[in-house]
């Protein structure tokens, strides 16, 4: 199942917005990609609060530039042991996270 979703994510991870957001920095700056991690079982507005708040904090306190981010859900095992009955799927969990 991992393996199928992995493949899934793949080719629907949209990466066109970085792209460009690349074409804007000099070779030699010095970029950072973002990435969360969690059950995101839901995912809600403070997932990416938190993205922009750190990327607040790095762009303002360091020469560093933030490109862009990526919000990955956990493994159904781990979330399945953690919330027990407020189980959902990866597949579900990817497909909120999409919206």
Sequence with gaps: MYSEMEKELKKD????????????YKTDEELIILIESGALSSPHKMHIGLMEIVKKYIEENSNKK??????ISSSDGHIKYKLKKDFISL???????KL
Excluded: A, D, Q, S
């Design 66 to 71: 933030v490109v862009g981010g990526f919000l």
């Design 13 to 24: 991870t949209n990466t066109n917005k970085i792209k460009e957001n690349l074409k804007k």
């Design 91 to 97: 597949n579900y969990r990817v497909n909120m996270t």
